[in-house]
C-alpha cells in the first residue's frame, strides 16, 4: 500500500450516488434506458445544445462522431500531439490519418495560427482539445474551418463546466461550435461515472444517426420495443457498434451533474490558492485562465522552471506523500505513433508540445482538497527543486 497521502485526482461519490445505484438496480432496467434518456436532456440542458448522445466513453464518442460526420479511410484529422492517446487512436479507429500541430505554451491547446499550414487537399475535420479543462481558442479554429468547409468536432473529454467568452457573450464547453463535442466521464474527471461519455450536437438528424449507430444501427431502441403493444421487428440499415451507456452509470451521473456547479467553485478557489502560493517560485509558470476562459481546473498543470529535474522533483513529492503526473503526453513520441508510414505525409516538428510534456507536471485537485493543503504542495515543490538543483549542482 502506498503511503501517499494527497492523490493527484479522486472522484466524489455520496449517499445520493449510492441510492441512485440501488434505485435502477431495484427498477430492473440496467442497461441504456430511462436514466440515459434523463441524463441526456439535463446534460444537454446544462451545456446548452440542443442534443446529446451518451455513450461508452470518449474515445468511442470521438470514434462514432468521426465516422457519423463520413471521415474515413485516407481522411486526414488536424489535430494536436500534446494530449492522451484516445483522440489520434479514434482517429485511426475511422480509418483516417491523424495530422498533428503544434500548441501554445499557455493553455496546452492547440495553436490556431498553425491550423492552416497543415491543411492539404486530404484534410476532412478538425479536432481541437479543451487540454486539461482549458477551452480552446475555438472561435479563430471555427474560422479556419469554415473557410476551408471541414468539420470541427471537439474533444472536451475534461472540459464539462469550463467556459469560454464567445462574441455572443459567455458559454459552457459543449454548446458545439461546430458539429459535435465529445466528454468523458472517467474518475480522473469532475463528472465521473465509472466510464461513461457524452456527444453535444445541435443538428437533429446527425443526432438521430448517432443514437442509432451506437446501438448496432437498430432502426429500434429498446424502449421502444419494449413500451410497444405491438410486435415490432427492427432492421438493420447499416453497420453499427455497441457504444451504450448504462442506466446504472446514468444515475450516477445524473447524481454528479448536480454537483458539477459546486465542484467547478471548489477548483476555481483551489486553483487561486496554488496560483498565489506557486508565484514566488522564480521560473514556475502556474496555469492562468485566458480573457476569454473560465477553466473547470479538472487538472492543474504547471511548468517548471527551465532546465528543472522534472522526475527528481516529482520523486521528492512521491516521497511527501504528495502524488503528480507530468505533463500532458505527446503522442507522436509514443512507440505506436512515433514512425508513421509514408503515405501519411510528412510531419512537422512539435517543439512546445515537447516542451510542454517535459516542463509539464500535475499537482493534486479534488473535491475536499484544502486550500492549506495546496500551500504545503507548494511548499514542497519549492523545497524539491531547491533539493534537486543542488544535487544537479553537486554532481
Ligand atoms: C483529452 C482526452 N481525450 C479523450 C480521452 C478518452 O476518454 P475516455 O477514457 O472516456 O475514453 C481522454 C481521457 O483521459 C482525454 O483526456
Known sequence: MSKTTLPVAKPFYGPEEEQAVVRVLRSGWVTQGPEVAALEREFADYCGARHAIAVANCTVALHLSLHAAGVGAGDEVITVSHSFIAGANAIRMAGAIPVFVDVTLNDFNIDPAKVEAAITPR?????????????????????????????????????????????????????????????????????????GGMITTDDEGFAAHLRRLRQHAMSLNDRQRHQSNQVMFESY????????????????????????????????????????????????????????????????????????????????????????????????????????????????????????QDRGMILPMFAGMTADQARWVAARIDAALAATSQKARAC
Open 123 to 195: 484534410t476532412k475535420a478538425i479536432l481541437p482539445v479543451h487540454q486539461l479543462g482549458m477551452p480552446a481558442q475555438l472561435e479563430k479554429i471555427r474560422a479556419v474551418a469554415e473557410k476551408h468547409k471541414l468539420i470541427l468536432i471537439e474533444d472536451a473529454a475534461c472540459g464539462i463546466g469550463s467556459e469560454l467568452k464567445t462574441e455572443a457573450g459567455w458559454i459552457k464547453v459543449g454548446k458545439p461550435f461546430g458539429l459535435a463535442a465529445c466528454f468523458s466521464f472517467h474518475p480522473r474527471k469532475l463528472l465521473a461515472t465509472g466510464d
Open 237 to 356: 440499415d447499416e453497420v453499427g457498434f455497441n457504444y451504450r451507456m448504462t442506466d446504472i452509470q446514468a444515475a450516477i451521473g445524473r447524481c454528479q451533474l448536480q454537483r458539477l456547479p459546486a465542484m467547478v467553485e471548489e477548483r476555481r478557489t483551489l486553483a487561486g490558492a496554488y496560483s498565489q502560493a506557486l508565484a514566488r517560485i522564480p521560473g514556475l509558470v502556474p496555469p492562468a485562465d485566458r480573457a476569454d476562459t473560465r477553466t473547470n481546473w479538472q487538472s492543474y498543470c504547471i511548468l517548471l522552471p527551465a532546465g528543472a529535474d522534472q522526475r527528481g522533483v516529482m520523486q521528492r513529492l512521491l516521497d511527501d506523500g504528495i502524488s503528480t503526473r507530468r505533463g500532458v503526453m505527446c503522442i507522436h513520441r509514443e512507440p505506436a505513433y512515433a514512425n508513421p508510414p509514408e503515405s501519411d505525409g510528412v510531419r512537422v516538428p512539435l517543439p512546445v508540445s515537447e516542451e510542454a
